[in-house]
T-cell receptor, first 112, second 112 residues
Framework: LAKTTQPISMDSYEGQEVNITCSHNNIATNDYITWYQQFPSQGPRFIIQGYKTKVTNEVASLFIPADRKSSTLSLPRVSLSDTAVYYCLVGGSNTGFQKLVFGTGTRLLVSP | DGGITQSPKYLFRKEGQNVTLSCEQNLNHDAMYWYRQDPGQGLRLIYYSQIVNDFQKGDIAEGYSVSREKKESFPLTVTSAQKNPTAFYLC???????????FGSGTQLSVL
C-alpha cells in the first residue's frame, strides 16, 4: 500500500488560495489519488479524485505531476468554513478501497 | 434523501458490557466499512464488507465483531474484549471497491 505524507498543519487567511501537497512515492500504476475533508465530530467528505494531470470540480483542483509521486490539492479563495482536516489517500483497482490508510491529515486553519 | 445513518450519536458502555453501533445505508452500495478515530488521529479500519454475508478484518479488528445479513445494514459490536473502546466510530459505504467513500455522521462511544 502506498504511504502518504502530508504537512501536519497549515494556516491561511480568507480569500487566499491554499495548496496542500501530498507525497506518495510508492504509488502503484493502478492507484488513484483521493482527497477528503473532515470537520470536527463529522465523517469525512469526498472532495476530489484523480489519476494524472489535472482535475477540477466546483470545490477544488487536483494537480498530479507526470511521475505521480506527489499531488497538490488546491482550494481557491478559502473561507472560514474551509477550516478542517484534509486527508490524501492513495488506492486503486488492485488493492481496492478496503484498506485505505487515512493518516493524520493536514489541519487547515483559515483566519479572518 | 439517500445516505448513511449511524445511531446512536452518543453511546456509553459499562465495564464488561457489549454494545452495538448501528449503520444503515439506502444508497444501494455493495461495500461497507467501519473505521475508528481517536482524538487528533486519522481513521483506522476495523472491518469491511464487499457483499452480503461476507466481511473481512481490517487493521484493528480485535475486540470487535460485525455482521452483514442485509445489503443496507452493517452493525458493529464492541465487545468486552476491547479494553480501550472510547473513540469516534465512523461507518462508510461505496458502490464498488474503487469508488469514493460515503460516510455517516459517526457515533461517539465512551466508557462509564
Amino acid at each position: 500500500l502506498a504511504k502518504t505524507t502530508q504537512p501536519i498543519s497549515m494556516d491561511s487567511y480568507e480569500g487566499q488560495e491554499v495548496n496542500i501537497t501530498c507525497s506518495h512515492n510508492n504509488i502503484a500504476t493502478n492507484d488513484y489519488i483521493t482527497w477528503y475533508q473532515q470537520f470536527p465530530s463529522q465523517g469525512p467528505r469526498f472532495i476530489i479524485q484523480g489519476y494524472k494531470t489535472k482535475v477540477t470540480n466546483e470545490v477544488a483542483s487536483l494537480f498530479i505531476p507526470a511521475d505521480r509521486k506527489s499531488s497538490t490539492l488546491s482550494l481557491p479563495r478559502v473561507s472560514l468554513s474551509d477550516t478542517a482536516v484534509y486527508y490524501c489517500l492513495v488506492g486503486g483497482s488492485n488493492t481496492g478501497f478496503q484498506k485505505l490508510v487515512f493518516g493524520t491529515g493536514t489541519r487547515l486553519l483559515v483566519s479572518p | 434523501d439517500g445516505g448513511i445513518t449511524q445511531s446512536p450519536k452518543y453511546l456509553f458502555r459499562k465495564e464488561g458490557q457489549n454494545v452495538t453501533l448501528s449503520c444503515e445505508q439506502n444508497l444501494n452500495h455493495d461495500a461497507m466499512y467501519w473505521y475508528r478515530q481517536d482524538p487528533g488521529q486519522g481513521l483506522r479500519l476495523i472491518y469491511y464488507s464487499q457483499i452480503v454475508n461476507d466481511f473481512q478484518k481490517g487493521d484493528i479488528a480485535e475486540g470487535y465483531s460485525v455482521s452483514r445479513e442485509k445489503k443496507e445494514s452493517f452493525p458493529l459490536t464492541v465487545t468486552s474484549a476491547q479494553k480501550n473502546p472510547t473513540a469516534f466510530y465512523l461507518c462508510a459505504s461505496s458502490i464498488t471497491r474503487n469508488e469514493k467513500l460515503f460516510f455517516g455522521s459517526g457515533t461517539q462511544l465512551s466508557v462509564l
